[in-house]
């Protein structure tokens, strides 16, 4: 656990940079579904029913394993935080937030997903997936899902994003 090094007010020492890091509950989940859908379309079968089926089994089998490999291997998703900016990047963007717009850090819990909302004071025009959630009730700027980042205790880092933003508002 050398890799959570933290102050003596036992926040985190900035500058702090992780990578996303999935338990291996979450490799068992991808991999057995993955292996489900393919033992699906594995079934013997001529008529044009199960050619739909094994279509649409390997269309969410490729969606599935693309995400798992993405998260796993070759677009993981990072945290970055020093004294002037927050960054997150995940599967489909990424984010920059100057810690000083920042006006809100809360956990928040969507369909069993507990996130790390932060909302930040924003100008310009919203993207694609900024938009789509608005209209869906999330105000956060960034919602980092905290399984996926094994390696953080997000009470930590809530409390060393308050500390960061409060400096900065002084």
Excluded: C
């Excluded at 992780?18 to 993955?34: M, T, Y």
């Excluded at 079934?43 to 995400?67: C, R, T």
């Excluded at 025009?125 to 905290?146: C, P």
């Amino acid at each position: 656990m050398e890799d959570l090094i933290t102050e003596k007010n036992d926040l985190y020492s900035l500058p702090l940079h992780k990578q996303a890091n999935l338990k291996w509950s979450f490799h068992l989940l991808f991999g057995f579904s993955v292996t489900l859908l393919l033992g699906f379309i594995l079934i013997p079968g001529d008529d044009s029913e199960k050619f739909i089926l094994n279509l649409i089994f390997s269309v969410f089998m490729i969606f599935i394993l693309y995400g798992w490999l993405a998260l796993a291997f070759f677009k993981k998703p990072y945290l970055i935080i020093n004294d002037e900016y927050l960054e997150y990047k995940w599967l489909f963007g990424r984010k920059r937030i100057d810690l000083g717009t920042i006006n809100q850090i809360e956990f928040y819990s969507e369909s069993g997903v507990t996130r790390l909302g932060i909302g930040a004071i924003e100008h310009g025009k919203l993207s694609f997936f900024e938009a789509t959630d608005r209209m869906l009730g999330r105000n956060y700027s960034v919602s980092i899902v905290v399984s996926t980042f094994s390696n953080i205790d997000f009470e930590k880092l809530r409390l060393t994003l308050i500390a960061k933003v409060n400096q900065r508002k002084q």
